[in-house]
Nanobody, 128 residues
Framework: VQLQASGGGLVQAGDSLSLSCAVAGPTFSTYVMAWFRQPPGKEREFVAAVDWRTATTYYADSVSGRFTISRDNRKNTVQLRMNSLRPEDTAVYYC??????????????????????WGRGTQVTVSS
């Protein structure tokens, strides 16, 4: 599986930005796609995830209501629409893929070790 993230950039606080992750190659029969981010000097953290088959979405509390994750089956991409961006959203954003579970929750999808496939990151910088 190859994941390619794109769409990062420099924006001002309050602006919006969309990230895209292209999925190529064989995947699990049922899987989830997720976005993580790593702020400067901090650990990588979960942002959002979407079940590819059911389109069920999961969000970290810090982005809930501001970010929207979605998938496009035809284009084999997953998007992260980020609204009302804040300086604390500044980070390198990564997309990742994992096999979906029978009873996934935000908590069960938040661990990095769950995801065997990762794309290269894309930088998002939000100025104040």
């Amino acid at each position: 599986v190859q994941l390619q993230a794109s769409g990062g950039g420099l924006v001002q606080a309050g602006d919006s930005l969309s990230l895209s992750c292209a999925v190529a190659g064989p995947t699990f029969s049922t899987y989830v796609m997720a976005w993580f981010r790593q702020p400067p000097g901090k650990e990588r953290e979960f942002v959002a995830a979407v079940d590819w088959r059911t389109a069920t979405t999961y969000y970290a509390d810090s982005v809930s209501g501001r970010f929207t994750i979605s998938r496009d089956n035809r284009k084999n991409t997953v998007q992260l629409r980020m609204n009302s961006l804040r300086p604390e959203d500044t980070a390198v954003y990564y997309c990742a893929s994992a096999r979906s579970g029978t009873s996934d929750t935000t908590s069960s999808l938040s661990g990095q070790s769950r995801y065997p496939y990762w794309g290269r990151g894309t930088q998002v910088t939000v100025s104040s």
